[in-house]
């Protein structure tokens, strides 16, 4: 006969806590807070919480003994990657994405749009980073709602310019 595993009694402290994390908005947590609320509080077993929260029973099991040998602290989210998290703070983000939304030629040079090796160079040439992958400076612009190939901008004269020519054209129907 497996043994039954309930969270261990939680003290006023930790359920007040418990309580709080479910109202918060991190939806992994709420998930492990109410598996230990039910297992301790209310003395369900692990194969019943699993449905409830629909996670395997294994799973259920870990945060329980998580909690049980660790506390609040084991339930919350661990690092997935050991190391540092990223070279590029948010300002130095949020300077890339500034350049990264003004049309090249507005900084000087001759192109229209931006490719991801047009902005890496200008951005390596300028010293805003010393070193950038493509992947990193990608990833920058996808968190920035930034498109790097978003359509050309135009100045009002090419835009007054191609008007005249179009009045000046017979209509042609497009198809």
């Known amino acids: 006969m497996p043994k039954l595993i309930f969270a261990r009694p939680l003290d006023p402290q930790e359920r007040a806590t418990l309580e709080t994390l479910m109202e918060g908005d991190n939806e992994t947590v709420k998930q492990r807070a109410l598996i230990v609320l039910l297992s301790s509080q209310e003395q369900y077993r692990i194969p019943e919480i699993a449905p409830m929260v629909g ?3 294994d799973k259920v099991r870990k945060w329980v003994l998580r909690f049980n040998d660790q506390g609040m602290q084991g339930l919350q989210p ?6 540092p998290r990223g070279k590029f703070d948010s300002a130095l983000c949020a300077r890339i994405v500034e350049i990264a939304r003004t049309p090249p030629r507005d900084l000087g040079l001759l192109r229209t749009t931006w490719t991801l090796d047009a902005l890496r160079e200008y951005l390596l040439s300028r010293s805003v980073v010393d070193e950038i992958s493509r992947e990193s400076l990608r990833q920058i612009l996808l968190r920035g709602n930034v ?12 835009t007054r310019w191609l008007r005249q020519w179009q009045s000046h054209q017979p209509n042609r129907t497009t198809v």
């Open 55 to 57: 996670l395997h029973v």
């Open 78 to 83: 661990t690092r997935r990657k050991p190391g």
């Open 147 to 158: 498109s790097w190939q978003a359509n050309r901008m135009r100045s009002e004269d090419v």
